[in-house]
């Protein structure tokens, strides 16, 4: 399997603009989370699915913020509108849920710059 | 609530040196405990994991971890450091109940190692 993929690496967008991030999961994993990556604030979890439905987006910062799963293969993350605040290093990581199965696998990451 | 202390923000030890991450952690039940690690622009890599059994776990490139239970910790040891261990090490606890659940991750030790 090719991993946790991510699209696109890199974002440069003005303010304003909407921003939508990409991941595609590991086939098999049926849970997905969405982590933001910044020096001041660590990792911040924003929100996880699990079997394709949101179940905790408590980490989301703003309306502004909003992820889908429509299938089992591919979640997306949206800004409208960016701030430059947002700028970051967006994560995408992906879980088989079962009995040994724990660990979280990452994909590269999206920097999201917002000028 | 759940949460991950990582006391050291920033580490330096000289190459052929030990070396001991500390990470504490406040969950309520059994944890599931995660060392990752991340290089610059690059996504997190699981180092090793911990859920049950020997309190002592191996991972990979030379890496080990201690679970003590009554010190809430699960500290990241390697006994001689390699130049390109330097990286940034994240702890995590994996607050799971059932078949979902969600991981949650400290602030991080960047690890420089002097020639």
């Known amino acids: 399997d090719a991993g946790v993929i991510q699209s696109p690496r890199h974002e440069v967008t003005e303010m304003g603009q909407e921003v939508t991030l990409r991941c595609k999961p590991i086939s098999g994993h049926n849970s997905l989370f969405w982590y933001r990556q910044t020096m001041m604030r660590g990792l911040e979890l924003l929100i996880y699915?699990?079997?394709?439905?949101?179940?905790?987006d408590s980490g989301m910062p703003e309306d502004r913020f909003s992820a889908k799963m429509p299938n089992a293969s591919f979640s997306t993350l949206k800004i409208q509108p960016s701030e430059p605040r947002d700028s970051a290093v967006y994560f995408c990581a992906s879980r088989a849920t079962g009995k040994g199965n724990t660990e979280a696998f990452f994909g590269q990451g999206t920097r999201l710059t917002v000028v | 609530a759940q949460s991950v202390t990582q006391p050291d923000i920033h580490i330096t030890v000289s190459e052929g040196a030990s070396l001991e991450l500390r990470c504490n952690y406040s969950?309520?039940?059994?944890?599931?405990l995660f060392w990752y690690v991340q290089s610059p622009g690059q996504g997190l890599q699981l180092l090793l994991k911990?859920?049950?059994?020997?309190?002592l776990v191996q991972g990979i490139k030379g890496f080990e971890a201690e679970f003590k239970r009554s010190q809430s910790s699960f500290n990241l040891r390697k006994p001689s450091v390699h130049w390109s261990d330097a990286a940034e090490y994240f702890c995590a606890v994996g607050a799971y109940s059932g078949n979902t659940g969600k991981l949650i991750f400290g602030q991080g030790t960047t690890l420089q190692v002097k020639p």
């Open positions: 911990y859920f049950s059994g020997d309190t």
């Open positions: 969950y309520g039940a059994t944890p599931y």
């Open positions: 699915f699990n079997n394709n439905v949101p179940i905790d």
